[in-house]
């Protein structure tokens, strides 16, 4: 007898099996046809089911989507042969009935309903082969392509799963470059650039269904391990295509250097097609990559952010908690444990006398506050705003020899009464007058020196100078309000000629 556990292992998966053997239901109502031809022989809708399958498939790899009905009845008059007898019209009406067969005219998808063994109830799987592409409007044409569950199907007769399909192509390219068959080389390519196209919509579709189907934590922890399952088969498939990319580059160098007759160059012809080809779909792989990396981070913490927002708009605290209270005796102890979870913390302040004993900082610097300022200037912008002060000191210190003329005094409220005066009140709105009474204050008495004074501030100024000459101011006692901006204390300003100060 076998255990309950193995039995529960056993049905594990049952629904995704049904639908795999599902996908093969079309192809069986083909079989059930019992339509001849004009010498009364069965027409073999099954194995014509299975060309159509092919046809598309191989349409899809040359990047045709322009197969429709009548495509597709050309196609199974040409791979006929004589094998059945019919005309152009019979080849119609059965290239009709297979797209009918796999898209059903109703605009409904294929489905098959099955009692599931594993949740013993009646349950129901849909598929969907082929999906219509853009059609020809003016002349009534619709055209289609293989959808998922058709690829699927198509791989399914070649006993190749769809998970690991690229893959298997990684492993046949490489063994066929190795060989140098490099004409199933490009076939092999161009098959794996097939399945990064289906895996892209794959992706796409899981995006919308995390985001429109996660209602519990076991939907999102399901979604979460197919999103990683298929990102960690991405990062496989990444490397093993960067080893491709090697192989195909070593290959192709040396073809570049042997290249000798016709057969030779021909060969370096179709390495350099598959090295560009490969390049592409490596290309398109990567973006998967980052495609898949996206959902990862994105659209299941989306999720799971909608799923607390459920639970949280779902929990009604008057209902849940409120009214159990209320209306259910409830002894303390459960009372409070009901409550606890939305109890805040603890918290309580106190002050130990053992404080009073703790070492004390007696008469020790107090470390000055930082205080949010402007960002330093770098070294070339205070030199520049250096030089540029220099000479709007050498101005203002040549405007006040002016005023002062014979005198050896001039007050700075003399000096603004003059230049509003005499229409040069525009140099009381500069921020460097106001700079150079400061300044000269503390650096009074200002006189030459034999020291190389091209970096003083006042440099110009002490240009001015005459041997001996010596400059100082003072402050005095009233403030001015010069301008609306600017207020400064007013100071005197004194020339001293020999003196030795």
């Known amino acids: 007898m076998v255990d309950d556990d193995r039995l529960a292992g056993m049905l594990e998966g049952y629904k995704e099996r049904i639908q795999r053997l599902a996908l093969f239901d079309p192809l069986h109502k083909l079989e059930a046809k019992r339509e001849k031809d004009r010498q009364d022989r069965p027409v073999d809708y099954f194995g014509l089911g299975l060309l159509a399958l092919l046809f598309f498939f191989e349409n899809m790899l040359i ?66 082969i082929l999906k219509a592409e853009r059609g020809d409007i003016a002349s009534n044409k619709q055209y289609y392509s293989l959808d998922e569950h058709g690829l699927e199907l198509v791989f399914a007769t070649k006993e190749f799963f769809r998970e690991f399909h690229l893959s298997i192509n990684q ?72 080893e491709l990319q090697g192989f195909v580059d070593e290959t192709k160098d040396r073809l570049l250097y042997e290249r000798k007759d016709g057969k030779e160059q021909k060969a370096y012809e179709y390495i350099l097609r598959i090295d560009r080809e490969l390049g592409e779909v490596h290309f398109a792989h990567t973006q998967l990559l980052k495609n898949s990396i996206a959902l990862k981070t994105t659209a299941l913490e989306a999720a799971q952010e909608s799923l607390y927002h459920v639970a949280m708009q779902s929990f009604n605290f008057d209902q849940e908690i409120v009214s159990r209270l209320v209306s259910t005796p409830l002894p303390l102890e459960t009372t409070r444990v009901l409550l606890e979870p939305f109890l805040a913390l603890e918290q309580a302040s106190g002050w130990s006398p053992l404080a009073v004993f703790e070492k004390q900082r007696v008469g020790a610097a107090q470390e000055e506050e930082e205080q949010a300022d402007f960002a330093d200037a770098t070294d070339e912008q205070e030199q520049a705003h250096h030089l540029v002060q220099q000479v709007n000191f050498g101005k203002i210190m040549k405007r006040i020899r002016a005023i002062m003329g014979e005198k050896n005094e001039l007050a700075l409220a003399e000096a603004v009464e003059h230049l509003q005066a005499t229409g040069c009140a525009h140099w009381l709105e500069h921020r460097s007058f106001y700079d150079f009474w400061m300044l000269l204050h503390q650096r009074s008495p200002l006189q030459k020196s034999g020291e190389d004074e091209d970096n003083h501030i006042f440099k110009e100024v002490l240009d001015l100078l005459e041997p001996g000459e010596a400059i100082s101011v003072t402050e005095m006692p009233d403030l001015l309000k010069v301008t609306e901006r600017y207020e400064i204390q007013n100071m005197m300003l004194r020339r001293e000629v020999g003196s030795d100060v």
């Open 171 to 242: 492993l046949l390219l490489r063994k066929q470059l190795e060989k140098g068959e490099f004409v199933g080389a490009l076939r092999q390519i161009s098959e794996m650039r097939v399945d990064v196209e289906t895996l892209q919509e794959r992706i796409v579709r899981i995006k919308h269904e995390v985001q429109r189907s996660i209602v519990s934590e076991e939907t999102y922890l399901r979604y979460k391990q197919v999103i990683d399952d298929i990102h960690l088969r991405l990062a496989r498939e990444h490397e093993e295509f960067n």
């Open 63 to 128: 990047r045709n989507k322009k197969t429709g009905v009548q495509e597709l009845a050309d196609y199974l008059q040409q791979m006929n042969k004589g094998e059945l007898d019919l005309d152009s019209e019979g080849f119609g009406k059965v290239a009709r009935s297979i797209i009918e067969a796999f898209r059903p005219p109703s605009g409904k998808r294929n489905s098959r309903t099955f009692y599931n063994w594993e949740t013993r109830q009646l349950d129901q799987v849909e598929f969907s």
